[in-house]
């Protein structure tokens, strides 16, 4: 997802998306601990996401 997307989303589904991303995250970490895991990018892929989602809020709730 791209970080202009993001900008362009409501805080609270910028919240939304942050609990999804979590999730994914940690259904991600327990396939990679059990190698089942098939790609092991969108790891990554949805920590850099997570990111994004985490720098597009903060940036949101300093110019209220």
Same mark, same amino acid.
């Given at each position: ?51 994004? /989602?985490?720098? /597009? ?8």
């Amino acid at each position: 997802m791209q970080a202009e997307e993001l900008r362009q989303l409501e805080f609270e589904e910028l919240r939304a998306k942050e609990r999804e991303l979590r999730e994914e995250l940690f259904r991600l970490r327990l396939k990679l601990a059990t190698n089942q895991l098939n790609n092991p990018t969108r790891f990554r892929q949805a920590r850099a996401d997570l990111a994004r /989602v985490l720098t /597009v809020m903060r940036a949101k709730n300093s110019s209220r």
